[in-house]
T-cell receptor
Framework: QKEVEQNSGPLSVPEGAIASLNCTYS??????FFWYRQYSGKSPELIMSIYSNGDKEDGRFTAQLNKASQYVSLLIRDSQPSDSATYLCAVKLGTGNAGKSTFGDGTTLTVKP | GAVVSQHPSRVICKSGTSVKIECRSLDFQATTMFWYRQFPKQSLMLMATSNEGSKATYEQGVEKDKFLINHASLTLSTLTVTSAHPEDSSFYICSASWGVGNTIYFGEGSWLTVV
């Protein structure tokens, strides 16, 4: 079992729809969770971070964390073609790994006009 | 906000030569930086953790003598690909952690082509 797993893509949604990206992790000691967006040929850029159970909203993006289920998700409302990218889930494991995070393989999202 | 900068963004080198990639933290001091490699359409692969003032920690399967990492200051880490071969052609990305939750911020990445 991978330490961080993301739902296999590719995911395709029509423009204006809600895109839902999911991620599960194996280490219950994980404390910090991040979502990154990576456009083709570019490096990842941080979208959101979340540390507590529940929802965290930032514009069209909502991150949801459920530590009991070891699950974190990212919802993108009113999806735009410019949201088409690969989304990476990252989890910071335990307390001793200074800054080291484990990344999922990513889910590629395509938003069709 | 935190900024991590990489240089060069693209480099072409001849097989057998060495190439150095720099990673700088611009707004903060980074005692730890990370180096990743990513082949087209594949996931990020952590190569090594760069520690300021000490030896880097390499992930399993990464040749430390081929990928030399130096972290001589709190704002600069360098990755040198020695005796490069065409199979080393890839996208190399550095990152550093900062702030709440030790958020990882990435540099722009460096495309290496070995011919």
């Amino acid at each position: 079992q991978k330490e961080v797993e993301q739902n296999s893509g590719p995911l395709s949604v029509p423009e204006g729809a809600i895109a839902s990206l999911n991620c599960t992790y194996s280490d219950r000691g994980s404390q910090s969770f991040f979502w990154y967006r990576q456009y083709s040929g570019k490096s990842p850029e941080l979208i959101m971070s979340i540390y507590s159970n529940g929802d965290k909203e930032d514009g069209r993006f909502t991150a949801q964390l459920n530590k009991a289920s070891q699950y974190v998700s990212l919802l993108i409302r009113d999806s735009q073609p410019s949201d088409s990218a690969t989304y990476l889930c990252a989890v910071k494991l335990g307390t001793g790994n200074a800054g080291k995070s484990t990344f999922g393989d990513g889910t590629t999202l395509t938003v069709k006009p | 906000g935190a900024v991590v900068s990489q240089h060069p963004s693209r480099v072409i080198c001849k097989s057998g030569t060495s190439v150095k990639i720099e990673c700088r933290s611009l707004d903060f001091q980074a005692t730890t930086m990370f180096w990743y490699r990513q082949f087209p359409k594949q996931s990020l692969m952590l190569m090594a953790t760069s520690n300021e003032g000490s030896k880097a920690t390499y992930e399993q399967g990464v040749e430390k003598d081929k990928f030399l990492i130096n972290h001589a200051s709190l704002t600069l880490s360098t990755l040198t690909v020695t005796s490069a071969h065409p199979e080393d052609s890839s996208f190399y990305i550095c990152s550093a952690s900062w702030g709440v939750g030790n958020t990882i911020y990435f540099g722009e990445g460096s495309w290496l082509t070995v011919v």
